[in-house]
């Protein structure tokens, strides 16, 4: 059956269209900065805001209106494999991400549980096959039941600790089966709410292990597929240990694991620890660990994780300028962690709103290149920093400068004269660039 009979495949038909359900900017065969935009883009859609969620919230119970929440249990499970397969093929999204339990529901044990999700790994398999959509990565759920309440690879109880272990290992093996490209990790509950009954270094200690075993684990069942950890500074948990991507970086490499991770590092994450995304993206860039992207956008006048469809072209344009600087995605893509509001509770919305986000990363796309083509911000940064290139400067970068000479230097150079930055003058370019015709 279908659950979106109204739809048809999504098609390209350009900026002039008044066609809701057409792209304006996406035309997955178009070629930017030497690939197609499907290529560049690598887009994904999430099966949890996509299929599971019920649009409720701390206030309200569900709006969600969808087909095939008449049914319960295995039968709701693989009836959200159907929707989700026809989703994907209309919207042309080469990939999808999901947990484990988004997928499968529990069952009264560990076993049963196991057994779930087998049912639906095959189900899934098949319609993967048959339609092309590929597994960008799977995670597990460690987060939503009550034995994560303190944790999962930073619990305090080992048991709790030794189940955690158990669903990672199962997660690997699903991947393996679905040839994902990519698996993440993201510590929903790996943090503490206060350090007066915190082992800070036992639970990171801990976390690392769990890391290790899954490296070994994959390895040993020939899983190849790029380990991802999604950094986040808050909510759930007061103060969680991938609090961003420095923070991160810096607990994979104290525990030798930066040559096997890199990150995904997700919009709204970003404006939660306090920063771009952009900053993000460079911050992982510089130190070659930028792996994939979670696409959304938050409410910059609310202080939680929002999941609001990227629209901001502002944003897309500046994110995709450090994809491209960064040579691509690499293995990764652009996942659409992503959520309809609660108001836009009907099927249709689903297609709307990836529409929606879909062009505004193509937007992004199409700017950035022409922005990295033109040289319009290395050549300002160049100049910004130009005597580096000469004379001291180049002595200071060159590692031949003492404090000594440079205390002299000083001496005889007192008369300092700086210029400007230009800021403003870049910001206004760059309003140029996007509001341009395509």
């Given amino acids: 059956m279908s659950y979106f009979p109204q739809i048809t495949v999504i098609p390209y038909e350009g900026a002039d269209s008044a066609n809701p359900f057409a792209f ?50 295995l039968d709701l499970a693989k009836a959200r494999v159907e929707a989700a397969f026809e989703l994907f093929v209309k919207l042309g999204v080469p990939y999808f991400c999901f947990h484990d339990r988004d997928i499968a529901p529990e069952g009264s044990s560990l076993r049963e549980t196991n057994r779930n999700l087998d049912t639906i790994v095959a189900l899934i398999k098949e319609h993967m096959q048959s339609t092309g959509v590929k597994l960008l990565w799977n995670t597990a759920n460690m987060f939503t039941h009550p034995r994560f309440v303190h944790g999962a690879g930073t619990t305090s109880n080992a048991d709790v600790y030794a189940y955690a272990a158990a669903q990672v290992k199962k997660g690997l093996e699903v991947g393996k089966e679905l040839s994902a490209e990519n698996y993440v990790f993201w510590g929903g509950r790996e943090g503490y709410e206060t350090l007066l009954n ?22 040993e069942i020939g899983f190849n597929a790029q380990f991802l950890i999604e950094p986040k500074p808050k909510e759930p948990t007061k103060h969680q240990y991938d609090f961003d991507a420095a923070t991160t970086i810096a607990f994979l490499q104290r525990y030798g694991l930066q040559d096997r991770f890199k990150l995904n590092l997700e919009a709204n994450h970003a404006t939660l620890a306090g920063h771009t995304f952009e900053h993000e993206l460079r911050v992982a860039r510089l130190h070659g660990m930028l792996g994939s992207l979670d696409a959304n956008q938050g409410d910059m006048l609310l202080g939680w994780d929002t999941d609001e469809f990227p629209t901001d072209l502002y944003a897309t344009t500046l994110t995709m300028y450090e994809v491209l600087q960064n040579g691509g995605i690499g293995r990764g893509g652009i996942n659409f962690d992503a959520k309809v509001r609660r108001a836009s509770f009907e099927p249709d ?39 580096f290139k000469e004379g001291i400067g180049l002595d200071i970068v060159s590692d031949k400068a003492t404090l000594a000479s440079l205390e002299q230097y000083a001496f005889d ?14 910001k206004a370019l760059l309003n140029q660039y996007v509001l341009a015709a395509d």
């Fill in 198 to 219: 915190t082992d800070m270094r036992l639970e990171l200690d801990n976390l690392a292990r769990l890391y290790r075993m899954a490296d070994d684990y994959a390895a």
């Fill in 349 to 387: 919305d689903l297609f709307l709103a990836h529409i929606a986000g879909m062009d505004a990363y193509a937007k992004g796309l199409k700017t950035a290149a022409r922005l990295i083509a033109d040289g319009v911000f290395e050549s300002a940064i160049e100049r910004r920093y130009s005597s």
């Fill in 24 to 73: 304006k900017h996406y035309d997955p065969d178009a070629v930017v900065a030497g690939k197609t935009m499907k290529e560049q883009l690598r887009f994904a859609a999430a099966y949890w805001h996509t299929l599971t969620a019920d649009l409720s919230d701390p206030f309200g119970a569900g709006t969600a209106v969808r087909g095939w929440n008449r049914f319960t249990g």
């Fill in 413 to 426: 150079h007192d008369d300092i004269r700086n210029v400007s930055g230009r800021q403003e003058r870049l």
